[in-house]
């Protein structure tokens, strides 16, 4: 079982950055492709950036590419979204999920295990 904690959302104005967050606990989270997903008011939930196990692998979601970066450090048992050049409509709940295979993954399926998100708003 991997349990996972974010960190690192707040209240930002437009153009500034954040770095979000995610320590993960149990045996298998440096096994997982880890991703972000992230959900509006009223919307699903949807994806954002995802790296595979090693850190080597990643993709991004259209609306952030050139934005953000994901990344992980297993030693920490951590991966960590950074964003860059907030727009108001990135605002959101943010989550960070464990994969069922190596592999990253844009589809919501493919997560096993899911934190309690933390909440990201960007002022105009």
């Known amino acids: 079982q991997v349990q996972l904690v974010e960190s690192g959302g707040g209240l930002v104005q437009a153009g500034d950055s954040l770095r979000l967050s995610c320590a993960a606990s149990g045996r298998t989270f440096s096994n997982r492709g880890m991703g972000w997903f992230r959900q509006f008011p009223g919307k699903e939930r949807e994806f954002v950036a995802a790296v595979n196990w090693g850190g080597g692998a990643s993709q991004y979601a259209d609306a952030v590419k050139g934005r953000f970066t994901v990344s992980r450090d297993n030693t920490k048992k951590t991966v960590y979204l950074e964003m860059n050049s907030l727009k108001p409509e990135d605002s959101g709940v943010y989550f960070c999920?464990?994969?069922?295979?190596?592999?990253?993954?844009?589809?919501?399926?493919?997560?096993?295990?899911w934190g309690q998100g933390t909440q990201v708003t960007v002022s105009s």
């Open positions: 999920a464990a994969g069922s295979s190596h592999y990253s993954s844009s589809n919501y399926g493919d997560y096993d295990y």
